[in-house]
């Protein structure tokens, strides 16, 4: 039984570049949430997918969007790239649209340069 | 506002001793917590939860406790072991309103032989 799987596992970007993250769920979970982790803190919900849609969202711009493919696979993409944007993303898998019993990833660890 | 805090930034114990990690929430409408534990370089991994209509739930050597009238959450791991330093987070849940968890800061936890 897969667990959640997230790629890459380190990134290093400059700034004003674009870069796209990649989750899969664990097996049987169609609900994808990513968040924000800085170095020392919790971590920060991003967003949620359910349903190929994006469902909540927490207090991130718009350069921060996703998408969820039909095999329930989820994608995150970070436009305009900003050196606070260094932080491990993690991608967190659950059922039914709900947060409960979520399983994390190992993350990818993003550094902007 | 929605917050999730921690009283203590590090905790360091003796291995075989009991250890309490402590966390105040802000959100008296949140109905469930979770207790997360992270090791390095990895993802958060459920430890136990509890919802907000009980006041004490026991896990495999794991307690929490709700105080709903403070607002006070707490872990407790019973003889503690090197296993167990990792960074520890609570996580708060409004399931009417929001459907995202709510991460605090993180305690880390430093078992001495």
């Known amino acids: 039984d897969a667990g959640v799987t997230q790629s890459p596992t380190h990134l290093i970007k400059t700034r004003g570049q674009q870069v796209t993250l990649r989750c899969s769920p664990k097996s049987g979970h169609d609900t994808v949430s990513w968040y924000q982790q800085a170095l020392g803190q919790g971590p920060q919900f991003i967003f949620q997918y359910y349903e190929e849609e994006e469902r909540q969202r927490g207090n991130f711009p718009d350069r921060f969007s996703g998408h969820q493919f039909p095999n329930y696979s989820s994608e995150l993409n970070v436009n305009a790239l900003l050196l606070g944007d260094s932080a491990l993303y993690l991608c967190?898998?659950?059922?039914?649209?709900?947060?409960?019993?979520?399983?994390f990833g190992p993350g990818t660890r993003l550094t902007v340069t | 506002g929605e917050n999730v805090g921690l009283h203590l930034p590090t905790l360091s114990v003796q291995e075989g001793d009991n250890s309490i990690i402590n966390c105040a929430y802000s959100?008296?409408?949140?109905?469930?917590f979770i207790w997360y534990k992270q090791e390095s370089g990895k993802g958060p991994q459920f430890i136990i939860d509890?919802?907000?209509?009980?006041d004490k739930r026991q896990g495999q050597r794991v307690t929490v406790l709700l105080n709903k009238t403070v607002k006070h959450l707490s872990l407790q791991i019973a003889a503690t072991q090197p296993g167990d330093s990792a960074v520890y987070f609570c996580a708060d849940l409004f399931s009417g309103g929001y459907n995202k968890l709510i991460f605090g800061a993180g305690t880390r936890l430093a078992v001495h032989p």
């Open positions: 509890i919802r907000s209509n009980m």
């Open positions: 967190a898998s659950s059922l039914g649209g709900t947060v409960h019993e979520q399983y």
């Open positions: 959100n008296s409408a949140s109905d469930y």
